[in-house]
């Protein structure tokens, strides 16, 4: 596995029902956290207090009311909460109908006979698709692109999408559709959407799953913030300020690759299927097209390369833009940005520095002390952290003395000295900003810069 130098990590594809256990274990051994399986949620009400909850147990039919302060439905595609809320979906709806597959199979690997790969497609006049690894063994899914409601996906469309037979077992078969949407607002007082609930993609450069952990991660922190007592009554807004415009411009990038995908795929010639030097040559023609096509399989920009800067929680620094690339990343600590990764010691980023609350960076051998901003951290009761990371080199990376980065590794604020009053910062960054402490003009209709 290629090492980057811009994640810890590199990127895996993964089966839900692979990873789903993984994060039911991980959420369970938090003190506090309950799963509970086979429950609909019937209705709900909400006052200023918070939420009473209708819900009905499936198996044994039980029903029993929540209170909650607050509501987050994650419920997907068809989410009640949504409707509820009288939120519609924006976009360009269906862009394909598709059935898949699930099957499994010891020789599948052998017979098609190339070099192990996540992504197999198969382009035929009559047949088009492609085979996704599940866990890189015996699960796979085949995906039929541009079907109707009556076609039958069965062990022969995989053996036709082949070209040969072999033994496997029909898991399941289910019908999907790909889309462009995303809900008009993502929550109303104290109930909000996320996930599938609040956006709608088509796979082809699998953002869904990610953009919906960073629906998470961005709404829990807020909510983490506004029950413990220190997060300020506009934060939980810029919820839908934040991650709206990411669905936006990640279901756009997801529907242009599958428009470039699809008039490869809809546009198969029937010599693809000739035999000797001419066949050869078309298949390779086509198979370049496609690779062409899809161009952000990789996609580190989309996934990593997005920004709140124009959050009203965001206090810009006059610094321009970077140049939006959905391919590539490339890491810088301009507000509204991901913090840059940085390899301190073996097994340790400064990724894992930052936690529940604010961390304040102080980076280089001359970076300004910190009481201020401590002392105006305990008096507003806001969690902060500070590290010193004096090594000269990371000044390059983080172009700023001072760095604060938000709960979720977003910077907030970055500069060489603090203002006369950091307390300021601190208020904007938690939902706060005080009249007392006003500054001259935002810049570009933003916050100001400090």
Not at 84 to 106: C, D, P, Q, T, W
Not at 227 to 249: C, F, H, K, M, N
Not at 363 to 382: E, F, Q, T, W
Not at 384 to 408: F, H, K, M, N
Request: one cysteine or more.
């Amino acid at each position: 596995m290629p090492e980057l130098d811009w994640s810890p990590y590199f990127k895996v594809q993964i089966g839900q029902n692979v990873i789903e256990p993984i994060l039911a274990e991980f959420a369970t051994s938090h003190p506090g956290t309950r799963l509970h399986y086979q429950w609909r949620l019937e209705s709900f009400s909400r006052s200023a207090e918070g939420v009473e909850s209708i819900l009905t147990e499936l198996p044994t039919n039980r029903r029993i009311t929540v209170r909650s302060r607050y509501l987050v439905g994650c419920d997907g595609a068809h989410s009640s909460v949504r409707r509820a809320m009288g939120v519609e979906y924006k976009g360009r709806g269906v862009l394909a109908r598709n059935k898949g597959i699930y099957f499994e199979s010891e020789h599948f690997d052998h017979v098609y006979g190339r070099r192990t790969g996540r992504l197999l497609w198969t382009l035929a006049p009559d047949i088009q698709g492609v085979f996704i690894a599940i866990n890189g063994r015996r699960g796979w899914t085949f995906n039929q692109y541009f079907v109707d409601d009556d076609t039958v996906v069965d062990a022969t469309t995989v053996w036709r999408a082949v070209g040969a037979e072999f033994p496997l077992d029909v898991i399941s078969v289910q019908s999907w559709s790909g889309y462009e949407l995303v809900a008009e607002r993502y929550g109303e007082g104290n109930v909000f959407i996320a996930g599938d609930a609040a956006h709608l993609f088509h796979p082809t450069g699998g953002f869904g799953m990610n953009t919906s952990i960073g629906d998470a991660i961005d709404l829990g922190w807020k909510l983490a913030a506004v029950l413990q007592g220190w997060g300020g009554p506009s934060l939980l807004a810029t919820y839908d300020a934040e991650r709206r415009p990411v669905a936006i411009s990640n279901g756009r990038e997801a529907a242009g690759n599958f428009d470039r995908l699809a008039a490869v795929m809809r546009n198969v010639p029937a010599s693809v299927e000739a035999t000797g030097l001419e066949g050869e040559r078309i298949r390779k023609t086509m198979g370049e097209e496609l690779n062409s096509q899809i161009r952000t399989w990789t996609a580190g920009g989309v996934h990593l390369g997005y920004s709140y800067e124009k959050s009203p929680i965001i206090i810009p620094d006059g610094t321009s833009a970077p140049t939006s690339d959905a391919r590539h990343y490339t890491p810088n600590a301009r507000p509204g940005g991901r913090a840059p990764h940085i390899w301190l010691k073996p097994g340790q980023s400064t990724l894992d520095l930052t936690g529940a609350g604010f961390t304040l960076l102080r980076i280089g051998p001359n970076a300004p002390a910190p009481d201020g901003m401590i002392r105006a951290a305990k008096s507003l009761d806001v969690p902060l952290g500070v590290t010193d990371l004096p090594e000269p080199d990371l000044l390059s990376r983080y172009q700023a003395a001072l760095v604060l980065v938000r709960p979720d590794g977003h910077v907030c604020w970055r500069a060489d000295q603090f203002p006369d009053d950091p307390g300021a910062i601190l208020d904007i960054a938690r939902g706060n900003p005080q009249p007392s402490r006003a500054f001259p003009a935002a810049h570009d209709g933003q916050q100001p810069v400090l």
